[in-house]
């Protein structure tokens, strides 16, 4: 009796724990998913516990009155290992919800688009993990080398230098293919935005010209400073700070035009992120080198006047973590009266940095110019103007779907789907 009553007591302490966290997730909005994620079959669960003990980001599911649950499912990146856990079948993952669809390219095994010649690995083809972007660029780049080409024409443009597009590059040069990598932004894609000290769950990947790499749990930094060194070491050659602008096919391939140059290839290879091209202002003095749109490491504003503008966890995230730095004066500005699909912890911290002084709070208030001293503001009904030395927007990004339909690639929205 003492050990069934133990028994049902931590039982009933292990759902007011998941039932208060499902709740925050709940009242914050953050209820859909990214991308792949697990659905639960209740007449299958039997609450075994297996799927919470084999998720690495260790907070995603729980188990409530017996049942796995998804408690935080914007925690999940997909990683499927509870799928495998699960000893009774009860997981399925799948795209999208029943209330909101994640638009998905429709591609072959080989990760060809329906329009020849055209490929898409890793995040924008639905997979964010790293090992699967990796596998997936690495894939690619076979299927493009058995491609018939004449040598007039690059054998592929690469287009991203994320996980999927590092390892493209990498193989691409391994096939020894006439290969371009375009990159608007740094080494490392989404992983390069993600907030400094950040851990980065990975498992071992094989990428071409180096082997097999082993690596369970690493750093933001470390991750990015191991593959500069692969960068170094083999040679690869990565046009940085060059956006992709159009795609044209023709009758030998593709005709890739950037923000630099323009590249006649018989393959391209879409290695982009989901986000696409961040979401910018429109605003007059946008375009100054002082404007940027993720935070990268706090340190560097310190002693500054700093603004911020979005209203979501990275802007908030932001926001707090520059103020924390000595002599700094933030100011966090965002259009609607109110944060919603944000974590209570994040919004907690706004709020005592605001009620502290360290940070002044402009909610209804939208940015009109930037100059290089200053920024120029509207907050309720009146101009504001502000001195200013760094603007960080943190406004989400260009879904790239229109473009990729434009180019004639076939889309399907999945709701739900396995």
């Not at 799948?94 to 690995?121: W, Y």
């Not at 940070?359 to 120029?376: C, E, F, G, M, N």
């Amino acid at each position: 009796m003492l050990a069934v009553g133990f028994y049902l007591y931590r039982q009933r302490r292990r759902d007011r724990v998941n039932l208060a966290q499902l709740k925050v997730a709940t009242e914050a909005g953050l209820t859909e998913p990214a991308s792949l994620h697990p659905l639960i079959d209740p007449a299958r669960c039997l609450g075994s516990n297996a799927c919470v003990r084999a998720c690495p980001e260790g907070d995603v599911l729980g188990v409530i009155r017996g049942k796995g649950q998804l408690i935080n499912p914007t925690h999940c990146i997909g990683h499927g290992a509870c799928r495998a856990a699960c000893p009774h079948d009860a997981i399925t993952l799948v795209f999208g919800s029943a209330t909101r669809g994640v638009d998905i390219p429709l591609l072959t095994p080989e990760f060809e688009t329906n329009v020849p010649g055209l490929f898409i690995a890793g995040e924008l083809g639905g997979m964010g993990l790293i090992r699967n972007a990796v596998e997936q660029g690495r894939q690619a780049m076979d299927a493009v080398r058995r491609l018939k080409g004449d040598g007039k024409l690059l054998d592929v443009v690469i287009v991203g230098a994320g996980p999927a597009g590092l390892a493209a590059s990498l193989a691409a040069l391994q096939h020894k293919l006439r290969a371009v990598t375009i990159e608007q932004e740094s080494l490392g894609g989404s992983v390069f935005k993600y907030p400094r000290g950040k851990i980065v769950m990975t498992q071992p990947v094989t990428l071409p010209l180096v082997g097999k790499v082993k690596m369970r749990e690493t750093s933001k930094e470390a991750l990015l400073d191991f593959w500069k060194g692969i960068e170094r070491q083999t040679g690869i050659k990565i046009n940085y700070q060059e956006r992709m602008e159009d795609i044209l096919p023709n009758t030998q391939g593709f005709t890739v035009k950037t923000t630099r140059a323009t590249y006649s290839t018989r393959a391209v290879l879409l290695a982009i992120g989901r986000r696409g091209t961040p979401r910018k202002l429109d605003v007059p003095g946008e375009d100054l080198p002082k404007v940027v749109y993720s935070l990268i490491d706090a340190e560097q504003y310190r002693d500054r006047n700093v603004l911020v503008v979005g209203g979501g966890d990275a802007a908030l995230e932001a926001a707090v973590s520059i103020a924390e730095q000595p002599g700094t004066r933030v100011t966090l500005s965002y259009r609607s009266e109110a944060f919603s699909r944000v974590k209570e912890k994040n919004r907690q911290r706004v709020d005592q940095a605001a009620a502290g002084g360290r940070l002044q709070l402009l909610l209804k208030s939208q940015v009109k110019a930037i100059t290089p001293d200053k920024v120029r503001l509207r907050h309720n009904e009146r101009e504001l103007e502000l001195a200013n030395d760094a603007v960080i927007v943190c406004a989400g990004g260009v879904l790239p779907t229109p473009f990729l339909k434009k180019v004639g690639i076939q889309i399907e929205t999945k709701y739900g789907t396995a």
